[in-house]
């Protein structure tokens, strides 16, 4: 149980171009989503916040307008990373966690996206 | 506010080895604690759990025991193989953040032949 598929897995695109990236949990309803970037070799940084008909909440120094979150149900939440260029090439991961309290988050397998 | 530190890698076992992988935390409240793994080029797997004091999670060999008095949840493997080769990362989820994770820096595991 508890498995999030996240779309696409690799991306390659020119610079300039917007990218979606779909996260979608296939069997709990995620109450609430995460986007996380990471670093070769770094441990995850923390993107966003959203949950479900609400805006995201963004952590300090992250873009809101760079990085567009959408969580239109509880099973579907996408990044689109607009006019990207190669300083947001980065593994892109999400996750979700359902239910109340300190449920644990259950994570896609990422999404490499390199801009040329 | 909260931490999760976790001891640096790489660390290089061979096969069969015994494996910790140190863990403390610093968190106000009743925090739950996890151990993900991530293999190359994937996203992290939950590994195991714990959510209160003196719980013991465990999963495919590996075990955890939240100690309290100590705010540590070391990991450990009594015989460690190939495939376990990985980043392990430590993290906590406290009380009231909405399942929001606080990570350990992760440590690097290279197991050899």
């Known amino acids: 149980g508890a498995v999030v598929s996240q779309h696409p897995s690799r991306v390659i695109c020119k610079s300039g171009t917007s990218v979606k990236i779909e996260c979608r949990s296939l069997?709990?309803?995620?109450?609430?989503m995460f986007w996380y970037r990471q670093f070769p070799k770094q441990s995850l940084m923390l993107m966003a916040t959203s949950n479900e008909g609400s805006k995201a909440t963004y952590e300090q120094g992250v873009e809101k307008d760079k990085f567009l979150i959408n969580h239109a149900s509880l099973t579907l939440s996408t990044l689109t990373v607009t006019s990207a260029h190669p300083e947001d090439s980065s593994f892109y991961i999400c996750?979700?966690?359902?239910?109340?309290?300190?449920?644990?988050?259950?994570f896609g397998d990422g999404t490499r996206l390199s801009i040329l | 506010g909260d931490s999760v530190t976790q001891m640096e890698g790489p660390v290089t076992l061979s096969e069969e080895a015994c494996l910790t992988i140190?863990?403390?935390?610093?968190?106000?409240?009743?925090?739950?604690l996890f151990w993900y793994v991530q293999y190359p080029g994937e996203g992290l797997q939950l590994l195991l759990k714990a959510t209160k004091a003196d719980d013991k999670g465990s999963n495919k060999g590996f075990e955890a025991t939240y100690r309290k008095e100590t705010t540590s949840f070391h990991l450990e493997k009594g015989s460690v193989q190939v495939s376990d080769s990985a980043v392990y990362f430590c993290a906590l989820i406290n009380t009231g953040t909405a399942s929001k994770l606080t990570f350990g820096t992760g440590t690097r595991l290279q197991v050899t032949l």
């Open positions: 140190n863990c403390t935390y610093t968190a106000t409240g009743y925090p739950s």
């Open positions: 996750s979700a966690a359902g239910g109340r309290g300190n449920q644990p988050q259950h």
């Open positions: 069997d709990f309803q995620a109450t609430t």
